[in-house]
């Protein structure tokens, strides 16, 4: 958690000066890694497998959230027979409206911000019960735990590097930007923020 902090600082620094440097050299802003891709490796073919690659990694890491709304949307409706694809069908109906709605990433801010304080939200009732509960009779904490396997361990580490991997939206965001130079001003309050987050749910828990 702490360690891939910094990495991916570094390659958002990376990509804003390869932003900047495509600008300048080509007058194009590249408002997409298979633009960027187009601009630095030269050709369409460039383009066309860092699309595949970027976007089939974006479409493979957003399939999980959307078990994972399945999932809840189930627990909401916990009398209700529910097999898992039609509560992620009924889920991504209910989602819709708000994905319609964004047009483009700088309409999506309102989004971001009520996202955030629902997460907050979530975790203070849920560390809020916890604490009220206190530790349970008989429980004991593991430095490993007693059912973890190769499978589990994966599982665990691409949900932690996914988290950090949100730079396949880099380059959209700064072609919204009025000064894309700016960009990595961003981490300055959204790493420290993650990271104490992070830290504190894996701790806590």
């Known amino acids: 958690i702490v360690l891939l902090a910094p990495v991916a600082i570094y390659t958002a620094l990376l990509m804003s000066r390869t932003q900047g440097m495509v ?6 802003q590249p408002a997409t890694m298979g633009e960027a891709a187009r601009s630095t ?3 369409g073919t460039a383009a066309r497998a860092v699309y595949g690659i970027v976007y ?9 959230y ?7 949307f189930q627990g909401m409706l916990y009398d209700v027979e529910l097999c898992l694809p039609t509560a992620v069908l009924a889920s991504c109906v209910v989602c819709l409206p708000f994905v319609v709605s964004v047009r483009r990433l700088s309409d999506s801010v309102w989004l971001c911000f009520v996202n955030l304080l629902l997460i907050l939200a979530v975790l203070g009732i849920v560390m809020a019960k916890m604490w009220r509960d206190g530790r349970h009779e008989g429980s004991r904490t593991f430095l490993f735990a007693e059912d973890l396997s190769l499978l589990t361990v994966f599982g665990a ?3 932690i590097v996914f988290s950090y991997t949100g730079h396949w939206l880099y380059f959209e965001v700064m072609a919204d930007m009025c000064e894309p130079e ?3 001003r961003v981490f300055t309050i959204t790493t420290p923020l993650q990271v104490a987050l992070y830290l504190l749910v894996a701790c806590w828990g």
Not at 23 to 28: A, D, I, P, S
Not at 56 to 64: A, D
């Open 23 to 28: 600008k300048q050299y080509t007058g194009v």
């Open 41 to 43: 490796l030269g050709g």
């Open 56 to 64: 089939g990694f974006g479409f493979l890491g957003q399939s999980s």
């Open 66 to 72: 959307l078990l994972a709304m399945g999932q809840a």
């Open 157 to 159: 580490a691409t949900n």
């Open 182 to 184: 700016h960009f990595p």
